[in-house]
Nanobody, 126 residues
């Protein structure tokens, strides 16, 4: 059984930082793709950052480029999302997602992923 458990969400002021973690069990993180998605109230779930493509590329949404960094520790089977210089527009529920196989191209769509965590709330407010 594959399980993904996010942690690290919370409340932060604009300009602050948070680091999200996604602990994965039942699936080898090193052989497939992992992504972070977020959903704000009243909006569709969007891809924030994804890694694990055949060409080694990493996707970042334009709104987070230069501020967010995705990484993973294959030995710990854990993925991370370092979020810096947070803004109110970063508020939402953040989900990590995984799939067993690599992805073709630099893409980050929810439908590409088979396994999902329960989500962690991130609130950026002064």
């Amino acid at each position: 059984q594959v399980q993904l458990v996010e942690s690290g969400g919370g409340s932060e002021q604009p300009g602050g930082s948070l680091r999200l973690s996604c602990s994965v069990s039942g699936l080898s993180l090193g052989s497939g793709a992992i992504g972070w998605f977020r959903q704000a109230p009243g909006k569709e779930r969007e891809g924030v950052s994804c890694t694990g493509s055949h060409d080694g590329s990493t996707y970042y949404a334009n709104s987070v480029k230069g501020r967010f960094t995705i990484s993973r520790d294959n030995a710990k089977n854990t993925a991370y999302l370092q979020m810096n210089n947070l803004t109110a527009e970063d508020t939402g529920v953040y989900y990590c997602a995984a799939r067993r196989f690599l992805i073709t191209g630099r893409t980050c769509h929810p439908q590409q992923y088979d396994y999902w965590g329960q989500g962690t709330q991130v609130t950026v407010s002064s």
